[in-house]
């Protein structure tokens, strides 16, 4: 498994995370523990902590804490956007503004965000330099998807302008701060980077893919939510421009409110498509050009460990 190699360190993550967001105030701590306890698969502190030690990284302790620091960071960014879109289900359980509520909610994502900012600020100007351009580029990409959401006519160039801030961002900051961390060199951080941005569009690609062909068992939450929110996805966008069955997948896309029948039927069409299988082609493409970048990277175990997890990406089902 890709994740072989760094076992023991993701066990100490864990124990990090939860040191690191505990709260006197005990509903506080309550809920902060019940959104990182929820699972996931820890893929953005695991890209670090391998870009770490992949770079010659010595002391991996620094790279745990700042893996934890990234998680704690996305975990609360996924708060925001539950509330945001309203969502019920994350990873199989009721989000935390459903369990709660939505005020309590806000308090506890901004208490996490602070928590994380906090434990990368002991880092490094430059790596906190990095997390704040990610978390930036975060928040303008949800807008630009806010504005293209219900629109027939989007384009395969704006999801991937979308991914490339939302998702892919975030990961290659996790990516190059472990890389500078271990004082990796430009042609290091260069490689780094861009092996992060292709198997972040790869991960982004799948995940949107598996809202069409997905069950609640593998991903712990219903199918087709990015139908019901109108969020112009790659396989949707893919499947508009299928010209037998493109019109039908737009009348229901652009339908400001479609009902659970409609997010059926068009679920049902775009896998008449070929949208499904275009994505699984390109998140494989993304990856294998990702592979290819880190080509000058030193072999060693962690660096066959990112390779396996890029390739993770691009088949997984969950």
């Known amino acids: 498994m890709w994740y072989s190699t760094i076992t023991k360190e993701l066990n100490e993550l864990e124990s990090r995370i939860l040191n690191v967001i505990h709260s006197e105030n005990s509903e506080l701590d309550e809920m902060c ?16 902590i391998l870009s770490y030690l992949a770079c010659g990284g010595q002391d991996v302790r620094r790279a745990i804490d700042l893996g934890a620091a990234y998680e704690i960071v996305h975990s609360a960014s996924l708060i925001h ?42 880092t490094s100007k430059e790596i906190v330099d990095i997390i704040v351009e990610a978390a930036s580029r975060m928040s303008e990409s949800e807008f630009i998807q806010k504005d293209l959401e ?11 302008r979308i991914v490339r801030g939302k998702t892919s961002k975030l990961i290659e900051a996790c990516a190059k701060s472990g890389a500078y961390l271990a004082c990796a060199s430009n042609e290091e ?20 893919t598996l809202d069409i062909i997905g069950n609640f068992h593998n991903t712990g ?39 659970e029948v409609d997010v059926k039927n068009a679920l049902d069409i775009i896998k008449k498509t070929s949208a499904v299988k275009i994505c699984r082609k390109k998140a494989s493409e993304e990856v294998e050009n990702a592979i290819k970048s880190i080509g000058s990277i030193k072999d060693s175990p962690y660096k066959e460990s990112l390779i396996l997890l890029a390739r993770y990406v691009a088949s997984r089902d969950r």
């Open 33 to 48: 523990k019940y959104v990182i306890t929820a699972g996931g698969k820890r893929f953005r502190p695991a890209v670090c």
């Open 81 to 122: 956007d539950d509330i945001n879109d309203k969502s019920e289900i994350r990873r199989g359980r009721r989000t935390l503004h459903k369990e709660y509520t939505v005020s309590k909610a806000i308090v506890a994502g901004d208490y996490m965000m602070a928590r994380g900012f906090q434990l990368l600020g002991v």
């Open 150 to 160: 219900h629109i027939q006519n989007v384009t395969e160039d704006d999801y991937y």
């Open 189 to 208: 951080l260069d490689a780094i980077g861009n092996f992060s941005r292709g198997i972040g569009m790869a991960h982004q690609i799948i995940d949107d």
């Open 221 to 259: 939450k219903n199918v087709g939510l990015d139908i019901l929110e109108g969020k112009p996805t790659l396989p949707i966008i893919v499947a508009m421009n299928d010209s037998h069955y493109g019109s039908s997948v737009a009348e229901i896309f652009t339908k400001d409110n479609p009902t």
